[in-house]
């Protein structure tokens, strides 16, 4: 697929500086995978010279293979030192990546009042690193900070900063608009400029200070740039980087230039709320293509034209991103993903279809209620098997308690559980590493006799999301479990005003999915039912 | 004041059509008001033809002295009858307003889907409505629908609708993107030739569908448009209207545009956070210029540059919006964060400092351990505070019990404290809804008989983040609670692998704030004493 523009994704690095937003090295390879499917050209992954974290997640990244490059961050080196003794290049190189990007000066007012040395120095230490990384082999993009704002105010030196580059070997000269200030116009003219100056592939930076990212990344395109720098859903530091969630469609869709497959791209949505949940970020309802809202249509008179013909309310159709067209208060909403998951299981979820209509009034209402099954695909199929008659309860709840105490220091979690499996009353009391690992150890304690392969099985992610945060300590949240056999990972969700309940209840589903084709072991012996504390029921 | 661009706020109209937006006819009141100590020049404050609340909201506005124009929304006259018996014209003028907006189709293939009829009955309707508006007196507005959609579809038919507005007196024009689909380029190029054709004023009127609406109204600006039409924080159907909060300070700042006085532009702020409360829709914390992350430096070498002069890494001072700069402490921070909190709280933590060192030392571990203060001032203060020698605690936990128990489908959660109050020991329970709302009503039940100013705090958001999620249920959690008292809002930090624990400690630090400058009042009546529970150490 011949590609027009190049993307460069910087979630995991930029994206990580915006405010309330932390990644783990775990969450940062889940999320690089996510973003190689969607078709990115380039992960910037971190900065291995700052952080043991990225180093760990440069290590992890080496052996997988992507269609994306990996690529690592960091400054020119140090004024008045060499590049090859400069840690942070040093480390760039032993991280293992095969394209780095180095951030360096072109605004004569940050050289001396930021990095305060002289403008001379500024252009050796821009030429030096560049020279070092492409004498190690690497490809090398140089992010010119602050490069609008420093042509503005000096544009023989800011362009000069760019030849330099460009002479030590740099493939890709990003020009950034570093503190969001600029305006469209004002970008097209420079872009415009440096395209004729400079002989290597431009790129483009931008921040949304004045909420004008997304234009001015176009804008850019539109004088000659061929990368385009962003992060997913537009995290980043103050107002945050540039959106490409929005880039990549307004490209694609608007401006006819390739830079994903059509596939790809309809995985947009996905991917955006993917990265949202993973980064516990709460994602505007009205986000450009990708948001809830996005396709959501409220006014009468809309809503009668949209069912006379869609293009009468919307700019493109939703299925292209991904996305789903939502008629607010109406009963025609669209469930396809429901009725996608339904088909893959083989079940009949045709419109004439009672237990289909009720299934999906039943989610509705869940939806309603805070549920979410978007990151949570073995709840719903457990749901759809309930509704279609299939049996995937394993035990009934008699009672659960738990207990959390501090006393002189010491803090003790302790959960009790009594259920009914086939009519055996199990009675049994575990302590766990806080709340919710006391209820997982008693349940499995529960249940072992019955089903030992429960065992083998190990929950890996444990997610908590607040909703209608306004509510306090009071608020409704909503837990997601993930769990392995070491050959398959499910999800599966929990909702509550209650943080122990929406926990017991992913727990639950999640143990009901893992033992859905398991069979039930008979009853423990005679001998060692009363010491397990099994009594008939 | 010589004005440049005319600021059209339809928060109270189109703003509505957002999702989850709703305001009754005190909260349009209300908001009118600060939207007229904004400045802005004309207040759109519904549709009278379609609801009584909005009938209700003209009739209450009727006798207010404002400097802004209220005006009234309605379409052209139905299709084949006759404008003076149109009930949507009638109530407009009924409802006493001075200057009234139609909406009028504008491009062929909406008059013949939607509205199914001719383009010459359309025609005839634009020109009806206007004539009769203007009859009774009214400045009338024209909102040409989808006007950049028809024309690039039928340039010649959609500018016919324009001229036949100007001609029944229109006195502005106002060329809509209704789908949020146009690009800047295009709008530059289309508002451009209107300017040409058409002698009235022109306004523009964008969506924010493709993340473009605030670029798409300078592009018009820029092209002529003398009216720029939006909401206050981009509030609309699907993605939003146009943001005025980005639009007025990028006029006025970037643009040298002249629309609202120097002081009027500084409110803009406490504007946007005010109309965010009343719509009860929570504000991105990185909106442009108003938003709490919009002049927030998180990253180390920003910190350090923005000491040295914040016009490094700020592209306009947050003063001239009535914002303000924030340092935040983070693990991706140096310590100038931390200096510069302590200098705001007027402590001495220069580098010579034996204490500075010990409690800069200190938050390093804390961060390590999952503690994050970048969301949390209170607890960094309290922080410092008592390395400062300051005596901030309250009271000395002796013990806390918190109990949740499902059975019988009924789900109850029971928290049981013990505390050490100067001496007396107070030993309460309380119920609550969920454990942590269990444990904050025993915490207060304990603390009001000293500090009974603890009744006029609200906790008013609550936050869970699991940290190293692949620990799943045995991870670390953090908790920030945000609490106010209704003049100042703070925010505490709690970590723990025990989520009861993670918020107890949230909780405890919010109390200890609330309370840090309250006088502790004499210990209960002694014949109360035994009633609550108190004995003495």
């Excluded at 837990?479 to 909702?495: A, H, Q, R, Y």
């Amino acid at each position: 697929m011949k590609v027009d523009i190049s993307v460069f994704d910087t979630t995991l690095r930029d994206g990580t500086q915006g405010e309330g937003i932390s990644l783990s090295a775990e969450d940062k390879v889940k999320i690089a995978l996510k973003l190689d499917q969607l078709g990115v050209h380039y992960i910037e992954g971190g900065n291995p010279g700052s952080n043991s974290k990225d180093i760990e997640f440069f290590r992890r990244m080496r052996d997988m293979k992507l269609n994306a490059k990996i690529t690592a961050f960091g400054s020119t080196r140090r004024k008045n030192s060499q590049a090859d003794q400069d840690t942070s290049l040093v480390r760039i190189v032993e991280s293992g990546v095969r394209a780095a990007t180095l951030v360096g000066k072109s605004w004569d007012f940050h050289v001396t009042t930021a990095l305060q040395t002289t403008l001379e120095e500024n252009l050796a230490m821009i030429y030096d690193s560049f020279a070092f990384l492409k004498r190690r082999g690497l490809e090398a993009i140089y992010d010119a900070e602050h490069f609008f704002d420093g042509y503005k105010h000096n544009p023989e030196y800011a362009l000069a900063c760019l030849r330099k580059a460009a002479e030590a070997g740099a493939d890709w000269i990003v020009l950034c608009d570093t503190n969001g200030g600029t305006l469209p116009n004002e970008i097209y003219e420079i872009v415009s400029r440096v395209a004729k100056e400079i002989d290597k592939p431009i790129g483009i930076h931008t921040h949304n200070d004045c909420e004008l990212a997304v234009a001015n990344t176009l804008a850019a395109v539109q004088a000659g740039a061929r990368q385009v720098q962003g992060t997913i859903n537009g995290y980043g530091e103050r107002c945050g980087n540039a959106n490409l969630c929005s880039i990549i469609p307004n490209l694609q869709l608007k401006m006819g230039l390739r830079c994903v497959s059509d596939e790809q791209l309809g995985q947009l949505t996905s991917v955006a709320r993917y990265v949202s949940e993973i980064a516990n970020a709460v994602m505007p309802v009205g986000q450009p293509y990708v948001g809830n809202a996005a396709f959501a249509h409220k006014g009468g008179i809309h809503v009668s034209a949209i069912l006379k013909d869609p293009k009468t309310y919307e700019h493109v159709q939703p299925e292209l991103v991904g996305n789903q067209r939502r008629i607010l208060v109406s009963e025609l909403a669209g469930q396809s993903n429901i009725i996608h998951k339904a088909q893959e299981m083989g079940l009949d979820i045709s419109s004439g279809n009672e237990r289909a209509r009720a299934v999906i009034e039943k989610i509705k209402t869940l939806e309603h209620e805070g549920y979410s099954f978007e990151g949570a695909d073995a709840s719903l199929e457990l749901l759809l098997r309930d509704a279609f008659g299939e049996q995937t309860q394993i035990f009934k709840l008699e009672s659960f308690k738990m207990l959390v105490e501090k006393s002189d220091g010491r803090l003790v979690s302790e959960a009790i559980v009594k259920i009914d499996v086939d009519g055996d009353i199990v009675y049994t009391a575990a302590e766990g590493n806080g709340p919710v690992n006391a209820l997982d150890n008693a349940l499995r304690k529960a249940l072992v006799q019955y089903y030992p392969e429960i065992m083998n099985i190990a929950l890996t992610d444990y997610k908590v999301r607040v909703l209608d945060e306004k509510d306090a300590t009071a608020a409704k949240v909503r837990v997601l479990i993930e769990t392995t056999d070491f050959k398959n990972t499910w999800s599966t969700v929990g909702v509550s005003d209650n943080v122990i309940e929406a926990s017991w209840e992913a727990l639950v589903d999640s143990f009901r999915y893992a033992l859905m084709n398991c069979k039930k072991t008979p009853a423990a012996q005679e001998d060692k039912r009363e010491q397990l504390g099994i009594v008939n029921h």
